[in-house]
């Protein structure tokens, strides 16, 4: 069966406490050499027949996330 | 070849960007500003020009304009609170309306501060976020009083319970105050939950904190003593909440230039955590001399604030501000609205001691300035000056309108309406009554909320008061209540208000404890409406009668405005919260039948 | 006897925990994650909260703080460790615990009174309670979903490793009713549900709590 | 900088309430043909320098999964 993955992570401006205090433990556990870490969220659907993208995109940009704060990223099974 | 787009604040002069300073001010005069659509009406303009003797630079205008707005400088509803300021002195009152939140004796040396405010619009746009920052800035505000904040409630109204779009904001609006509370790790002591279609396109989302503390512990936002520090710690500074003044983004940048900010704001429940608890501790070591928290228009709030309430003047280096987005610009940084910040004032021989608590508590604190002689606040970014203004007319020099108010011209037709003419009548209204969403369970909500955290909860939802004790040993409690009944405000706002009161009282009054106080979020329409304006006044009025009868000051409060769907304003809703002392909490009286064969009494006519 | 309750960045519930102790007649100590050293304590309460906002998982940047490395090799010497809620959720992120707390299965946070039955009434936390015994003490968490593998599951009820049981309703959608487990030695005792918020009868459902901290000063008498 | 890609996604046997959530509004939302929804977490992860992989699978494994009731998929720049 068709996976569609869809990565949705905040938008670069909206601030990412979860991603903040990964970024600090990361630092006191000695790991320096991460700069950065921003956390989304990551969906895997199982899709019958062949997926309709423009569906698919619709649902990940008015369902799975909000577009108020957040970014889509769809990845088709062809991508 | 694509151009560097050009940050705000900068103008072109002969085609090499030039920064906004003071001095190009002065020499440029006839710059055309975008004053009306940063929410300024031309008189105001020239009112700014004739304080300054010059044109504002873009970031004094930023900060003009925002801190003249209806949201900070309460222009339209200012003249009313006259009937608060005119109530009779109480002896429990140690801080009056005016600073953050008032404070109350509440005996053995004991104050309580506490206050309601409105998150309203955000949370309509984004329901989880913008309650729970409603949450975070109401406790940041008893945080800065000096106490330590204990409890909270909140009241909460939608459009109808079946509605498409309630079933959108309410369960985002309800996670999101549990949400932040809960993880502040403050119990949740009660509140409010109504339907009604007026609110539909509008929610309101009132919080309210209460915080305890000594009496000689209480904090004032102001900025004293020649030398001593400004510091700014919390979270960094974001391009957060400045949606308004991203016209003046639009207007330099081009096409290809970053997006337009967010007006959303993320809370950090975690960091503000971290706040209360390094703050309790610079209190206790007594390492501040004022303090003042970053709500609405942020660093240019607290900067004037602070300045204008001090004896002195104040300088600040923009530079040193720790950011977010290194893209943001001069007027942005001064705009942003980032959650979880505060700023002190510190004695030089106490920076290092304070920055060391902040370490120990992993919350970020950079010194931004100091506290100048003269009377002038100036801001300096990559070595030019940008700002240099008198604090106070940023603060509290902003325009005081006498906007017109008219009886609602329905109103003698609302209120003569009918009784039931026929018992099939009585009959249909005794079940919109009986079946109204408003008298339902409320605890799906309640659940969602701790309640016992810190272990002084004595009683709490389903009560009709929130009781808590203060003291293990002497047993002092304080008991709570936040009502709220916009369909009597509608009828009649004078009454209305009253009958608000009235309840809230009465609440507080059965759970045991004696009425001490009274806080208020007058929640309304667009105060351009005259209809809506004395809706307003007649509220305010109503409610300062009704605390002059029952001999209780009113000690702070907020007013929402502009609550309303395209030209339909919300039913007026004034919230009223009552705070009462108990001596010993353990005499504390729940609601309800406890036991068989107790005998029931009524009160009253 | 001194009873060392940790505080996290992000914990709630220490204050209450250490009033807990004193009512059950013990000292409470405070200790801070980043020190390295338990001063020397007779047992130690993880208590109820939200370390480092329970963001990435709950209780996972808390189990790896510098004070916790004291309290896995103490605790595998026999040091008696109560984590409640959060101090729970620590303790299985610390692997001194088995299984893990995940998301409701509601997915709401729910705080009510609850009432669990007493599976195991000989651990150093539980012994003032007997077996079977039902008490009513406050729950509350939006990450408190017990969950392992099946074959861990049985293997841990086979092993009589199951402290609490969720009774008349669950929750949150634990497996199996779970609310508590214990280490196989019976000394580390971790559960969902807030003990330390039913101790006074002015503020709680019931005392039912306070049993878990009455208990420990025996055992450590005993032990 | 180097942007190192962390997926975090339950074990198979691990119920997701989450993910049942988002299947069930979509089949009231009228989309049928999604037939399962597994939720989990996206990290981006920024590394000075040249990352680690060893490293940053060790990160990975044990700090921003819990091998208890997840499996992690990591994604070096070089994927
Ligand atoms: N939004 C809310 N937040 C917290 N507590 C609430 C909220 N809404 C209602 N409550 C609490 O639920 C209980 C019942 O509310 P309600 O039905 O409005 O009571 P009443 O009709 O007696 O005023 C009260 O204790 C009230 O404080």
Redesign the pocket.
């Known amino acids: 069966m068709p996976r569609v993955v869809v990565d949705v992570v905040l938008k670069p401006e909206i601030s990412d406490p979860q991603g903040q205090a990964v970024l600090g433990a990361l630092g006191r556990l000695g790991h320096p050499g991460v700069t950065s870490v921003r956390q989304g969220k990551h969906f895997v659907l199982e899709v019958e027949g062949t997926p309709d993208a423009a569906e698919l995109r619709q649902i990940a940009e008015t369902l799975l996330a909000n577009p108020v704060i957040e970014d889509v990223e769809l990845h088709l099974p062809s991508d | 070849m694509t151009a560097h787009p050009t940050s705000p604040g900068t103008s072109q002069v002969g085609g090499v960007p030039q920064l906004d300073t003071v001095e190009l001010a002065a020499t440029t005069a006839d710059t055309e500003q975008p004053y009306a659509e940063l929410g300024l009406r031309p008189e105001e303009y020239q009112e700014i020009r004739e304080i300054l003797g010059r044109r504002p630079t873009t970031a004094e205008l930023a900060m003009y304009s925002v801190m003249w707005s209806e949201h900070c400088s309460y222009k339209s509803s200012r003249v009313h609170f006259r009937h608060f300021a005119d109530l009779p002195a109480s002896d429990a009152l140690l801080v009056g309306i005016g600073e953050n939140a008032g404070v109350v004796d509440v005996g053995d040396g004991y104050a309580v501060t506490f206050k309601v405010e409105s998150h309203n619009h955000p949370s309509y746009v984004e329901p989880y976020q913008g309650a729970a920052t409603g949450v975070g800035g109401i406790v940041r505000d008893i945080l800065t009083m000096g106490a330590r904040p204990v409890a909270v409630?909140?009241?909460?109204r939608f459009g109808a319970a079946d509605a498409p779009d309630t079933a959108r904001v309410l369960p985002g609006i309800v996670a999101g105050v549990g949400g932040y509370g809960n993880c502040l790790g403050l119990p949740?002591i009660?509140?409010?939950?109504l339907f009604d279609d007026c609110y539909l396109g509008n929610p309101l989302v009132n919080a309210l904190c209460v915080g305890v503390m000594r009496h000689g512990d209480i904090r004032l936002a102001k900025a004293e003593g020649l030398g001593n520090k400004v510091v700014l710690f919390g979270a960094r500074t974001g391009g957060d909440g400045i949606g308004g003044v991203s016209v003046l983004a639009s207007e330099t940048f081009d096409a290809e230039g970053p997006a337009k900010r967010p007006a959303v704001q993320v809370g950090d429940p975690f960091t503000e955590k971290l706040l209360i608890e390094a703050c309790l501790e610079i209190f206790a070591a007594d390492l501040v001399t004022g303090i003042q928290d970053l709500g609405g228009a942020g660093l240019s709030c607290a900067t004037s604030e602070l300045a204008s309430a001090g004896t002195g003047g104040m300088h600040v280096d923009l530079d040193t501000v720790p950011l977010r987005d290194s893209t943001l610009t001069a007027a942005e940084i001064l705009m942003s609205e980032s959650q979880e910040r505060m700023c002190a004032i510190v004695e030089p021989a106490k920076v290092e001691e304070f920055l060391a608590v902040c370490r120990k508590w992993d919350v970020l604190a950079t010194v931004i300035g100091e506290v100048t002689d003269g009377d002038r606040l100036t801001i300096d970014w990559h070595g030019e000056r940008i700002v240099d203004v008198p604090p106070r007319t940023v603060a509290h020099g902003g325009p005081l309108y006498h906007r017109p108010m008219t009886r609602p011209a329905d109103l003698d037709g609302l209120q003569a309406d009918a009784p039931p003419s026929s018992s099939a009548d009585l009959r249909a209204d005794w079940l919109a009554v009986v079946s109204s969403p408003d008298?339902a369970d409320?605890s799906w909500?309640?659940e969602q909320?701790d309640r016992y955290v810190r272990g002084n909860t004595v009683l709490?939802?389903?009560?009709?008061a929130?009781v808590l004790r203060i003291d293990e040993q002497t047993h002092r409690g304080i008991a709570l209540s936040l009502d709220g009944n916009g369909r009597f405000a509608r009828l009649d706002p004078y009454t209305g208000a009253q009958l608000n009161l009235a309840e809230a009282y009465r609440n507080v009054a059965v759970s045991g404890a004696r009425p001490l106080a009274v806080t208020n979020c007058m929640n309304f329409g667009s105060p351009e409406n005259p209809e809506v304006m004395w809706q307003f006044a007649e509220a305010v009025r109503g409610l300062a009668d009704g605390c002059r009868a029952l001999g209780l000051p009113v000690t702070g409060g907020n007013v929402s405005l502009y609550n309303q769907t395209g030209d339909t304003a919300i039913n007026p809703t004034p919230v009223i919260g009552v705070l009462g002392v108990l001596d010993d909490v353990r005499r504390r009286v729940p609601t309800g039948w406890r036991a068989d064969g107790e005998t029931v009494l009524l009160l009253g006519e | 006897m001194r009873i060392g309750v940790i505080t996290f960045p992000g914990s709630l519930d220490d204050v209450d925990a250490a009033r807990a102790v004193r009512l059950a007649g013990g000292e409470a100590v405070a200790l801070w994650h980043a020190d390295d050293d338990l001063s020397g304590v007779d047992a130690v309460v993880l208590p109820g909260g939200f370390s480092y906002g329970d963001y990435l998982r709950a209780g996972a940047i808390a189990a790896r703080a510098p004070l916790m490395r004291s309290v896995v090799d103490r605790a595998h010497a026999g040091l008696p460790v109560l984590g409640i809620c959060n101090g729970f959720q620590v303790l299985c992120e610390a692997g001194l615990l088995p299984g893990a707390l995940t998301r409701n299965g509601h997915l709401h946070f729910r705080n009510r009174d609850q009432a669990l039955l007493v599976e195991r009434a000989d651990t150093a936390w539980t012994s003032a309670y007997t077996t079977g015994q039902r008490i009513v003490v406050p729950v509350k968490n939006g990450e408190g979903r017990y969950v392992a593998a099946p074959a861990e599951l049985d293997r841990l009820e086979g092993e009589g490793r199951v402290v609490v049981r969720y009774a008349d309703g669950n929750p949150n959608g634990s497996s199996r009713d779970i609310a508590g487990v214990t280490s196989a030695d019976g000394r580390v005792v971790g559960l969902m549900p807030h003990p330390e918020h039913a101790v006074e009868d002015l503020t709680g459902p019931s005392v039912d709590g306070l049993g878990f901290f009455t208990s420990v000063l025996s055992s450590v008498v005993t032990a």
């Open positions: 409630m909140d009241s909460l949740n009660g509140g409010e939950l008298g409320k909500v309640t909320y709490a939802q389903p009560e009709d929130g």
